[in-house]
């Protein structure tokens, strides 16, 4: 019996208008643990694939009647042959079209304000790997901050705004998902920016972005802020004096782990200082727009991931210690399994490894895991 798919973009899309979702994932139930889809719509049923082989009796009872099914699962076959044996029994099962493959690579992009200057800043939303980029647009011309490596999304839309990328920046090395930095500048004519400290062992020219420097666009400034922690060469950006991108030193749930380079000892104190010192010195009202996110659930009602500075440091756990040997220890004692791949991709956005599409594909699959739990 065939049964109608929806293409994992559609299904973000249906998340982020928080409309009702019922998922079964029919991966295991390790797999459905460590990486899933969230939302405060969403309504999850796990049942692994293998225990409906022969019966899908414990999904019908599991999951709502006359409401639509969403199966999803690692690639997709699994999930179109459990949805044609639900839609067997009546059920209006739908398959999500290459399973949770495909919604790692889903990227939305939404508005998050007018800048001053007639401008405005867009937010891109990925949500399978809870990663964030930013462009800043400014008359003819647009700033690209920390991209992915779907970078024709980006030029779609400086297409669609009649603009030009000039610059694409980088707030640190990443380690948890590709850049698309370099591709895009090159693709563009635009100049890429790394901060030096994290440059060592590149193996391409970039132009060093660093405290105070400021790039600007018809009047709209983006700020260089020296934020170390996360990586030695972590740099934060403030635009339009209004907005601080934080990149994955600050998160709105968490903050950012200092170990992915090996040098969680080494760099916990970088992270206190910039949190508790550089950060807590900046105007309150300065709104977060960070790297990452962990869960949708994060996300406003217009779809950002935002929040004021001041607001954080009142509810924002990591922003409550400021003891420095207590900071220490809840970092080091509450660092999460690293991101899948992490080494193979930092020498990847070094420049030292070129990795297929198929590859980069399986190296950014699962979870960014760059947060302290």
Same mark, same amino acid.
């Given at each position: 019996?065939?049964?109608?798919?929806?293409?994992?973009?559609? $299904?973000?899309?249906?998340?982020?208008?928080?409309?009702?979702?019922?998922?079964?994932?029919?991966?295991?139930?390790?797999?459905?643990?460590?990486?899933?889809?969230?939302?405060?719509?969403?309504?999850?049923?796990?049942?692994?694939?293998?225990?409906?082989?022969?019966?899908?009796?414990?999904?019908?009872?599991?999951?709502?009647?006359?409401?639509?099914?969403?199966?999803?699962?690692?690639?997709?076959?699994?999930?179109?042959?459990?949805?044609?044996?639900?839609?067997?029994?009546?059920?209006?099962?739908?398959? /999500?079209?290459?399973?949770?493959?495909?919604?790692?690579?889903?990227?939305?992009?939404?508005?998050?304000?007018?800048?001053?200057?007639?401008?405005?800043?867009?937010?891109?939303v990925r949500p399978g790997k809870g990663c964030l980029s930013y462009m800043v /647009?400014?008359?003819?011309?647009?700033?690209?901050?920390?991209?992915?490596?779907?970078?024709?999304?980006?030029?779609?839309?400086?297409?669609?705004?009649?603009?030009?990328?000039?610059?694409?920046?980088?707030?640190?090395?990443?380690?948890?998902?590709?850049?698309?930095?370099?591709? $895009?500048?090159?693709?563009?004519?635009?100049?890429?920016?790394?901060?030096?400290?994290?440059?060592?062992?590149?193996? *391409?020219?970039?132009?060093?972005?660093?405290?105070?420097?400021?790039?600007?666009?018809?009047? /709209?400034?983006?700020?260089? $802020?020296?934020?170390?922690?996360?990586?030695?060469?972590?740099?934060?950006?403030?635009?339009?004096?209004?907005?601080?991108?934080?990149?994955?030193?600050?998160f709105i749930e968490s903050i950012g782990r200092p170990d992915l380079a090996g040098?969680?000892?080494?760099?916990?104190?970088?992270?206190?200082?910039?949190?508790?010192?550089? *950060?807590?010195?900046?105007?309150?009202?300065?709104?977060? $727009?960070?790297?990452?996110?962990?869960?949708?659930?994060?996300?406003?009602?217009?779809?950002?991931?935002?929040?004021?500075?001041?607001?954080? *440091?009142?509810?924002?756990?990591?922003?409550?210690?400021?003891?420095?040997?207590?900071?220490?220890?809840?970092?080091?004692?509450?660092?999460?399994?690293?991101?899948?791949?992490?080494?193979?991709?930092?020498?990847?956005?070094?420049?030292?490894?070129?990795?297929?599409?198929?590859?980069?594909?399986?190296?950014?699959?699962?979870?960014?895991?760059?947060?302290?739990?």
């Amino acid at each position: 019996m065939s049964v109608s798919s929806i293409k994992p973009m559609e $299904l973000a899309e249906k998340i982020l208008k928080q409309e009702s979702i019922i998922l079964l994932d029919v991966r295991s139930k390790e797999a459905h643990t460590d990486w899933n889809i969230k939302g405060s719509s969403v309504k999850t049923v796990n049942i692994p694939y293998f225990d409906l082989l022969d019966d899908v009796t414990p999904a019908l009872e599991q999951l709502p009647k006359n409401e639509a099914v969403y199966v999803i699962c690692a690639k997709e076959p699994s999930s179109i042959m459990v949805a044609e044996a639900l839609a067997e029994e009546g059920v209006n099962a739908i398959y /999500v079209e290459n399973g949770m493959r495909g919604w790692s690579e889903v990227l939305l992009p939404i508005k998050v304000a007018d800048l001053s200057k007639e401008g405005e800043l867009i937010q891109f939303v990925r949500p399978g790997k809870g990663c964030l980029s930013y462009m800043v /647009v400014q008359g003819e011309e647009a700033i690209v901050i920390d991209a992915s490596r779907f970078t024709d999304v980006y030029k779609r839309i400086a297409k669609e705004k009649g603009v030009t990328i000039k610059h694409v920046m980088d707030t640190h090395l990443h380690a948890d998902h590709l850049s698309g930095g370099r591709v $895009l500048a090159e693709a563009t004519g635009g100049t890429y920016y790394l901060p030096p400290k994290d440059a060592g062992e590149v193996t *391409y020219d970039y132009e060093p972005v660093e405290e105070g420097d400021v790039l600007e666009l018809n009047g /709209v400034k983006v700020e260089a $802020l020296y934020s170390p922690g996360h990586t030695i060469g972590s740099t934060s950006f403030i635009v339009d004096e209004t907005y601080l991108l934080t990149g994955d030193i600050l998160f709105i749930e968490s903050i950012g782990r200092p170990d992915l380079a090996g040098m969680a000892e080494d760099w916990v104190g970088d992270l206190s200082d910039t949190l508790y010192r550089k *950060y807590k010195s900046l105007p309150g009202t300065l709104e977060v $727009l960070p790297a990452h996110f962990s869960s949708l659930t994060e996300q406003n009602t217009d779809g950002t991931v935002r929040e004021q500075l001041g607001n954080l *440091y009142k509810m924002n756990a990591g922003l409550q210690v400021e003891n420095e040997d207590d900071f220490r220890k809840m970092v080091t004692e509450n660092l999460p399994s690293h991101p899948n791949d992490y080494e193979r991709i930092r020498q990847t956005n070094m420049g030292k490894e070129n990795p297929s599409q198929d590859e980069k594909t399986d190296m950014e699959t699962g979870p960014n895991n760059c947060a302290v739990s």
